[in-house]
C-alpha cells in the first residue's frame, strides 16, 4: 500500500503513520524527522535546513524530494510505505508521481486528516518530547508522572524550536498557503479521503481503517 498521510503540522500524522506501520507493515517516510536527523548531525543539509525549520517556513523543494527520491528506493518500501510530511508542495507531489512511475508504481491513497487550528496550536504548543528517548508528551493531554521528566528514563522534557507559538502560528499559515492546495491535486485524480483527526489517537486510527477498507470492498 502506496499511501499519503496530509494534514497540517498537528493533525497527527505522525502519531497515525507509526500506527499504521504496527498495522499494515509498511515504513513511515517523515521528511521532519530526516530533516531533524540532519540538523541534530549537523550534516550540510541540516545546516542549510535549520534556519528555514526553526522559522516555520519550507526547506526547498529540490532538497526534500532528494531526500524521498533516495528513501523510496530503499528495499523496506518494496511492499508500500506511508509518507507523512511529504509532499507540502504542488511540486513535489508533481515530482512524486514522476518518481513513482519511474518504478512502476503509484499511490494507492491520500488521507487527510482534518483538525480546527485551535486544536492544532493547543497540541503543538503544548507537545514535549524526550531527547534521549525520543517518547512524546503534551501538557495537559499526555502529561508526564513528574513535571518536567520523562517516565521511561528521568530525562527533563524539551520543545522542539518551531512548537513555540509563533512558529507554530507561522507553520499553519505556510501550510495554509503553499500545502493545502496540494489536496485538490489529490482530489482530482481522485485518491483524496478526508478523515476527521480530532478525538484520541485510537478513534481517528479506526476512521483511518475504516477510509482504507472502504477502498477494497
Ligand atoms: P514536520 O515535522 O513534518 O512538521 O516538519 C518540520 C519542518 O521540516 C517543517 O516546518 C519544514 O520546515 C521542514 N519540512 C518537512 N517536510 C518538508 C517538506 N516536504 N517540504 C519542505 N519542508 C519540509
Redesign the pocket.
Known amino acids: 500500500m502506496d499511501l499519503i498521510l496530509f494534514g497540517p503540522?498537528?493533525a497527527g500524522?505522525?502519531t497515525q503513520a507509526q500506527r499504521l506501520l504496527e498495522a499494515y507493515r509498511a515504513p513511515q517516510i517523515?521528511?521532519?524527522?530526516?530533516?531533524?536527523q540532519a540538523v541534530k548531525d549537523g550534516t550540510p543539509l541540516g545546516q542549510r535546513?535549520r534556519p528555514?525549520?526553526e522559522?516555520?517556513?519550507?526547506?526547498?523543494?529540490a532538497?526534500?524530494i532528494d531526500i524521498?527520491q533516495e528513501r523510496l528506493r530503499q528495499p523496506d518500501c518494496a511492499g508500500g510505505f506511508v509518507l507523512?510530511?511529504?509532499?507540502?508542495?504542488v511540486a513535489?507531489a508533481q515530482a512524486l508521481d514522476r518518481m513513482l512511475a519511474s518504478l512502476g508504481r503509484h499511490l494507492d491513497r491520500v488521507l487527510s486528516l482534518e483538525v480546527p487550528l485551535e486544536v492544532l496550536v493547543k497540541r503543538l504548543t503544548g507537545r514535549r518530547s524526550c531527547p534521549t528517548c525520543g517518547r512524546v508528551y503534551h501538557l495537559t493531554e499526555a502529561p508526564p508522572r513528574a513535571p518536567g521528566a520523562c517516565d521511561a528514563c528521568g530525562t527533563a522534557l524539551v520543545q522542539?524550536p518551531?512548537d513555540a507559538e509563533e512558529v507554530v502560528r507561522e507553520?499553519q499559515a505556510?501550510y495554509r498557503r503553499q500545502t493545502e492546495p496540494v489536496k485538490a491535486y489529490y482530489a482530482a485524480q481522485g485518491l483524496l479521503r478526508e478523515v476527521d483527526g480530532t478525538g484520541t489517537p485510537d478513534q481517528v486510527f479506526g476512521r483511518i481503517r475504516a477510509a482504507l477498507d472502504k477502498k477494497t470492498a
Open positions: 503540522p498537528g500524522k505522525g517523515s521528511t521532519g524527522d530526516i530533516l531533524r535546513a528555514i525549520m522559522s516555520g517556513q519550507l526547506v526547498p523543494d532538497l526534500v524521498v507523512d510530511g511529504f509532499p507540502r508542495t513535489q522542539r518551531d507553520r505556510t
